[in-house]
């Protein structure tokens, strides 16, 4: 018997317009002999729809629809309420794949509304979702481990009011130049690079227009290599890619609007460097309570050619030139079978809890 899969995109985040595009990949790959489809689209302002077609996703006329579709969260129900007019109607969900990058759909919100409506779900749960969203706090686990990743200094929204005694706490632990980091902030939104002083309160005030915890971490230089996490308790890691960004460093620009970005497949690394690289991605994976897919992504430095972590997305993109399709597919993995892996782990994971 068919299973009925709700595909969540959209979203309220900056990265609104490239989860839809990561949905139109992951809808193409569903086994439609195994699963029905329901497309929920969420706008910018947060509004629920019921969307009929990928094809009204690709030239964006969802967002003129005219049936809600709100998720319920009484775990009785487990289904979707569709709205048209006064009429409502009831629509049971089997499992549901939130194709939704940066806040309010990454960050553990969306999959605290599934926990409440004990419908399975594809990825991360609450906790992990949480922590890798929140970059002071993924660093913090991480410190744990013994894994090299930059040395930073946490800056909250209040500490401004003080900058100059903010600035000096800064300065005393690293050196020019430095990067500017809200903690909870998708695809390198509100980043900056200070070369002095002056940038320096600069990116601190354009971080805290994101977010109040704020990251002042050194500079790295190196390359960026990422790996792509797949499982639960088996776990395991891919191959390594590496991104040649087109920027000073891989922001949301870079990431999807130049042509001069690259990603490189199996590139030219020293064997144990990547072993390396894999074995860390599934301890910070399984450190975080990972679940279902992460990409976690590192540096290897210029000058020592060490192994620097830098972050992990538990909902990475699934887009023509996303780095997590890719590194499985290198590995014979199509994204119709990765796609129904990670379907068939939700439900796996729901029916141990």
């Known amino acids: 018997m068919k299973k009925t899969v709700g595909v969540l995109f959209g979203g309220q985040s900056s990265e609104h317009e490239i989860s839809c595009i990561s949905a139109v990949t992951i809808i193409s790959n569903i086994d439609k002999e195994e699963y029905d489809i329901i497309l ?58 939130p194709t939704l990058h940066g806040l309010y759909g990454e960050d553990g919100t969306v999959q605290g509304l599934l926990e409440l409506a004990q419908i399975p779900y594809v990825g991360c749960g609450v906790l992990a979702s949480s922590l890798a969203m929140d970059k002071l706090y993924t660093k913090k686990i991480v410190d744990t481990l013994g894994i090299r990743q930059a040395a930073y200094v946490a800056v909250t929204k209040q500490d401004l009011s003080k900058m100059e005694e903010t600035i000096k706490r800064i300065e005393d632990k690293l050196s020019y130049p430095v990067f500017v980091k809200p903690s909870n902030a998708g695809s390198s939104c509100g980043v ?68 001069e970005s690259k990603t490189v497949i199996s590139p030219e690394i020293p064997k144990e460097k990547e072993e390396e690289i894999r074995k860390d991605a599934v301890a910070i994976f399984r450190a975080l309570d990972g679940y279902g897919l992460s990409r976690v992504d590192f540096f290897l430095t210029e000058d020592t050619n060490e192994v620097v972590f ?44």
């Not at 487990?78 to 549901?96: A, P, R, Y």
């Not at 050194?218 to 390594?240: K, Q």
């Not at 699934?318 to 129904?340: C, D, H, N, Q």
């Open 310 to 353: 830098n972050e992990m997305n538990t909902l990475p993109g699934f887009t023509s030139i996303s780095m997590y399709p890719m590194l499985w597919e290198a590995k014979g993995i199509s994204k119709r079978i990765l796609v129904g892996k990670l379907l068939q782990s939700a439900l796996v994971r729901f029916e141990r809890l």
């Open 40 to 97: 929920i689209g969420i706008t910018k302002e947060g509004k629920w729809i019921l969307t009929n077609s990928v094809k009204e996703i690709e030239n964006g006329t969802w967002k003129t629809g005219k049936t809600q579709a709100i998720l319920s969260p009484d775990a009785t129900e487990k289904c979707l309420l569709l709205i048209e007019g006064s009429q409502v109607t009831k629509k049971k969900l089997d499992v549901v794949f």
């Open 192 to 259: 900056s690079r200070a070369e002095n002083q002056e940038e320096l309160i600069d990116g601190l005030m354009l971080a805290a227009e994101h977010d109040r915890k704020i990251l002042v971490e050194e500079r790295i230089v190196g390359r960026e290599l990422e790996c792509a996490v797949l499982g639960g308790a088996d776990s395991r890691a891919s191959g390594v890619g590496e991104i040649l960004a087109a920027a000073e460093f891989y922001d949301y620009k870079a990431k999807y609007h130049s042509m």
